[in-house]
């Protein structure tokens, strides 16, 4: 097998989410979600952009299809509006929002691309937030319903399964950082809100084998991935929080049954601790066909008493960054999976995401976007090393097919391999495209 050869079997894709391309956000029956409050809210978002059309994927599944089939993709990874199928998020099903899913579901099967699925990607309904939300154990029963309707409807078709993109996002970034929907900055809140998406995702795994579906369901974890700025005890430690911040915090449960002991002693020494009822680690401890991983940056930090709630200061070393300013560290990407499979059992990994925002705008007809071709290049390296490591990694998907609604950040930060006129929605495709193409139609590539 030649450098940045690839498994025969190797599942190359990309990945978007519901609210970021459908739009649509008001038609044939769907109800609000937190993103279409929280967009529509001054100040929330940047240039107050919002997902009403997006990239108005709900109305071009034909031509969204038809670049995925010239791609060439095994796998396309898609969300499903919650507040769609179930506008007020439990009770009567909306049946125009089946009715949309089994459209692009069954073009995905006619061209031969595998449906992989992500049941919640961010966009809670809103009439569950206006009763707590996550924060309110009655969301756990609310998802476990919403899941059980998707199975039931689906499971005959689609074989992948993702519960939660994203867990730190949807519970600290957006309840305790205050950046994502709903926008609350409670740090007990964040806690309490990770523990019940972690036992809704024990519900839905342990409802997926009770129907006796056997496809594959897991859960998308994004891991920062901290670099020690010294081999020092207090700088390893300082980074080990960072990443059991969002990764540890959530497979542990999953695969061991308990929260990691380094991360529940930090929240204890400052007065918190997750709402644990009895049988929930039973239930979080179900177990898992696969890890999704979203990869998109480092960053080096040290021990700083002063430096937050994790005592975890970042170093800003000069790497290049990409037009969102996030570092670019392709090494890290094979540091987290190897961190991963050590100790999780070498688990069959998915990278779920990973992707460059680059603003290359349309010049001529081409979008010369050499950047995310190097971006993407350097990282694929790393995931050829991983595999040539043992460690099982068994697909890539790249973030995103297209650009589209970066959450806060608007429109104006564009990851996709298709570029879109947002007042036109016109799409066209970029060179990394091309290059994306070539790679997955001979299963490796060569650096330039
Ligand atoms: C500690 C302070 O931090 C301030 C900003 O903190 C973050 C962290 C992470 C993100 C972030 C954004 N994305 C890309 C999305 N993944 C899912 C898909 O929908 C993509 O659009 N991943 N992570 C944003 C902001």
Redesign the pocket.
Known sequence: MSINQFPVDFMWGT?T?AY?IEGAYNEDGRGMSIWDTFSHTPGKVKNGDNGNVACDSYHRVEEDIRLLKELGVKTYRFSISWSRILPNGTGAVNEKGLAYYHRLVDALIDNGIEPFCTLY??DLPQAIQDQGGWGDRRSIAAFKAFAEVMFKEFGAKIKYWITF??PW?LAF?SNY?G??APGYRDLQLAIDISHHILVAHGEAVKRYRELGFTGQIGIAP?T?WGVPYTQSEADKAACLRLNGWSGDWYLDPIYFGTYPAFMLEWYEKIGHQPPIVEGDMETIHQPIDFIGI?Y?TSSMNRHHDQAGMLQAEYMNMGAARTDIGWEIYPEGLYQLLRYTADKYGNPDIYIT?NGACYNDEVDNGRVCDQRRIDYLSQHLVQASRAIADGINLKGYMA??LMD?F???EGYGMR?GLVHVDFDTLVRTKKDSYYWYKHVIANNWFELR
């Open positions: 990945a989410a970021q990607h961010w993109n994203e996002c970034l950082l950046i994502h994004n920062s979203n998109y995401e973030w995103s589209n970066e959450w806060a990851f």
